[in-house]
């Protein structure tokens, strides 16, 4: 299974947290060493706009985190953007709800490691929501 890396959200933010970059480079650092081919960056929301609303800010989240990813390395061709909106929450919540669990751009490598094998500097991490 690759490594899956969240980065939170403040409520209706779209610019990443600055403790964000320590994980994404930490991801770029790791990419060619675990032959990674591709670098899906999927926006979400949580239930607390409209549904336009929320696609769009979950696009712009997706472009956020997939510039840095771009300014430390790593070649645009190699990643896929995605904004999803409230689609896949992490959290189920009710119409209207504040959940910062589910405000996050989830980092998804693709692409195994040589020789089947591990990526030795890899730590797997999520960067938790402030206040959760």
Not at 79 to 92: A, C, F, P
Not at 95 to 119: F, K, M, S, Y
């Amino acid at each position: 299974m690759p490594p899956v890396v969240s980065v939170f959200f403040d409520w209706d933010v779209d610019v990443p947290p600055a403790d964000a970059r320590t994980t994404l480079e930490q991801v770029v650092q790791s990419r060619a060493m675990c032959g990674w081919r591709r670098i899906e960056v999927n926006g979400h929301t949580d239930r607390s706009g409209t549904d336009g609303y929320n696609l769009g800010l979950s696009n712009r989240r997706a472009n956020n985190v997939a510039a840095l990813l771009e300014a430390a390395g790593v070649p645009r061709s190699e990643l896929m953007i995605t904004g999803r909106g409230e689609s896949q929450l992490k959290v189920e919540t009710l119409d209207g709800a504040r959940e910062p669990l589910n405000r996050r751009v989830e980092i998804v490598t693709v692409g195994a490691a040589p020789q089947g094998g591990r990526c030795p500097h890899w730590k797997q991490q999520e960067d938790r929501p402030q206040g959760a």
